[in-house]
């Protein structure tokens, strides 16, 4: 197991053990894994004998020196060095095969997942963007998804690959002498329990720099879009800003510098602890080598073999968190794959007629007050809720005929655009009807119902190719000509 790995293990935030999973979450999970089975089954046997590979060389090290050079056996020592190496590049060989596969199942796996929740997600009505906050909705295509995907390229792997070779170090080393292997377990917990220590302190240290990370980011995102950098120049406080963002990346530096210095004290306990375990092992065998109780190439085979024990022993003792890290990832993708979106397509979708159009609001109430639309994981959901409770609209009846202008006059919040959304569909109306060319908009054409018009104060061009925005303007003049707009 490599440093990187057992820090990253050791440093995983334990919080997620108190993390109540879905029911079904498992399954779902294994749904998505079946077409990977046969990988998955040509991957244990990689592991395994990789892990007999990495066992076999410290074997031919006492082969070399017991039966080679103390021996002075010059064919001893050539053959069993050249089978060392070619064992040492079979070993690279497999490790690059089984990486391969790891990640081409993670990989494939996290495809589907992740086109899934970009297309649950446009397809969410605008109430639901309105009690999101995007940077939580992105975190759960960016980091949840590759933390979901992680449940297999590093984790599933990591898991297979270190329980099969701790059941054969150490049932090689109980072979070899069961005295020291004894020992060696025994110094198992000075080993952990500062690791441990240092990796809680680090996870502390790890989440206050995302959270101080992300507020920096969040300054960014809200004053560099087109709303808010005309906010600040219509207002002209740069100093102000500039000062809070000065305070944020300060903060930043300060908390870089605590994690490097704890990173560098976390890596020096770890190869302190181990060196101090090696030394133990050279004392106690060398005493056994001069009592000739084992040999001398016996003794450094068991000093190979420790190397090749604490490692996956550490990752072990944190699997439960390593497993609740990939599940929770897991979970809080399929809450965004399970919310229910109120505007459903109908089974049956009537085409409007030709020619001239008019539109019709009939008995027409909107409420604002689906609890369904909002996470609490990404919004302030118990505010929003509240404020939605009070109808937007109350009972309207509105008949404008086609080629007539109306004109929606009134004070901020009195319901103005959103009587124009529920004619686009970007709202359900919660009682009656709305009605173009007698045709009630709820069973109509989907794409006729979604695309905005020109009642948009607020056009608006995707920042992509030429190609897709004109793609974009052609549905929209389209639509328009359609109803003879």
Not at 219 to 232: C, H, P, T, Y
Request: proline share 3%.
């Amino acid at each position: 197991m490599q440093p990187w790995e057992m820090y990253r293990s050791l440093t995983r935030d334990r919080s997620v053990l108190n993390q109540k999973l879905g029911k079904v979450t498992g399954k779902r999970i294994l749904g998505y894994a079946k077409p990977f089975y046969r990988d998955f089954y040509f991957l244990v046997v990689l592991v395994t004998v990789d892990a007999f590979l990495i066992v076999a060389q410290p074997l031919l090290f006492r082969e070399i020196i017991d039966e080679g050079i103390l021996k002075a056996d010059t064919g001893v020592v050539i053959t069993s060095a050249a089978l060392v190496a070619i064992l040492a590049l079979f070993s690279g060989l497999f490790s690059i095969v089984e990486r391969w596969y790891s990640a081409r199942i993670g990989e494939g796996l996290i495809l589907n997942l992740r086109s899934q929740v970009f297309d649950s997600v446009q397809r969410q009505p605008v109430a639901f963007f309105t009690r999101s906050q995007t940077g939580s909705l992105i975190s759960r295509l960016n980091n949840d998804v590759i933390g979901a995907q992680q449940a297999f390229t590093s984790t599933l792997s990591g898991i297979l690959s270190n329980f099969i070779a701790l059941i054969v170090v150490i049932g090689t080393m109980l072979v070899l002498n069961w005295q020291i292997t004894l020992g060696a377990l025994i110094l198992v917990p000075l080993f952990l329990v500062p690791a441990r220590l240092l990796g809680r302190k680090l996870q502390a240290l790890t989440r206050e720099q995302m959270n101080f990370n992300a507020d920096m980011n969040q300054q960014m995102s809200e004053r560099f879009n087109v709303s808010g950098a005309l906010l600040i120049k219509l207002f002209g406080n740069y100093q102000s800003e500039t000062k809070i963002f000065s305070d944020r990346a300060t903060s930043v530096r300060d908390i870089g510098i605590k994690i490097a210095m704890a990173n560098r004290i976390f890596i020096i306990s770890l190869t302190l602890v181990a060196t101090l375990a090696t030394a133990l092992v050279y004392g106690f065998g060398g005493v056994l080598t001069i009592n000739e109780t084992i040999t001398l190439g016996t003794l450094l085979a068991l000093t190979a073999l420790l190397g090749r024990l604490y490692g996956p022993l550490t990752a072990l003792s944190n699997i439960r968190v390593d497993v609740m890290t990939a599940l929770v990832s897991f979970d809080r993708v399929f809450e965004i794959l399970d919310l229910k979106n109120p505007i459903t397509e109908p089974n049956n979708p009537k085409t409007l007629p030709s020619g001239e159009l008019g539109i019709e609001f009939k008995n027409v109430n909107l409420t604002y007050s689906d609890s369904e639309l909002t996470l609490e994981t990404l919004g302030s959901k118990n505010i929003q809720v509240q404020q939605d409770l009070t109808e937007a609209l109350q009972d309207i009846n509105l008949t404008i005929e086609h080629g007539s202008t109306v004109a929606l006059v009134g004070p901020s919040g009195a319901g103005k655009s959103s009587l124009t959304g529920l004619v686009t569909r970007l709202y359900d109306v919660s009682e009656g009807e709305v009605l173009i060319g007698g045709v009630n908009v709820k069973i109509c054409r989907p794409h006729f119902c979604e695309v905005k018009l020109e009642w948009s104060q607020e056009p608006h061009l995707f920042h992509d190719s030429i190609k897709n925005n004109l793609l974009l303007l052609n549905q929209m003049q389209h639509l328009k000509s359609y109803l003879n707009l």
